[in-house]
């Protein structure tokens, strides 16, 4: 089942969240490209205690129900990147992520199995979390983090989401 499409109507309702928010100078952006195709580029700086940029958008509140992985469509450009569920709306609290690898230039289907999401808050494992529900993901996103300073892009050609493990 598709969950995201990356049409340019699409791609307007994502929006940033980079680590400005505590001092930092990182930028990034979602945007359309090709048929149905977004792009989320930017820059990744370390300056002011600085080092993730992100992006995300809102899905309905059911739309992950029954979900076992989700399936992401990209081509990167050699970095690890996140993608990230959370079950509340707004600006902060627990995210959900699993990391996928990316290989510069080329097209690949990334299966991320939901038992592989862990919690996260501002960088660290939050003991008290509850264990991710799919039925109450609204906000996805991606994330770029772990210290890899410098320009980046990634392409995403579809989000799907899979009953189980294929």
């Not at 289907?109 to 494992?125: D, I, K, N, Q, S």
Request: charged residues 25%; glycine residues 14%.
């Amino acid at each position: 089942m598709t969950v995201l499409e990356f049409t340019p109507a699409a791609i307007e309702v994502w929006y940033t969240v980079n680590d400005g928010v505590m001092g930092g100078v990182s930028s990034s952006r979602m945007r359309h490209e090709g048929e149905n195709v977004g792009v989320f580029e930017g820059n990744l700086s370390l300056e002011n205690n600085g080092g993730f940029a992100s992006v995300r958008t809102e899905i309905a509140e059911g739309t992950l129900a029954g979900a076992s992985a989700l399936i992401l469509t990209v081509r990167g450009d050699g970095k690890r990147y996140q993608l990230r569920l959370r079950m509340r709306l707004g600006f902060d609290g627990v995210a959900y992520g699993a990391s996928f690898e990316t290989t510069a230039g080329q097209w690949s289907e990334v299966e991320l199995p939901l038992e592989l999401f862990r919690p996260t808050f501002r960088g660290y494992g939050p003991r008290d979390a509850r264990p991710l529900d799919p039925a109450r993901v609204r906000p996805v996103g991606l994330m770029l983090t772990d210290k890899q300073e410098g320009p980046f892009r990634l392409e995403v050609a579809g989000l799907e989401a899979v009953g189980g493990s294929r």
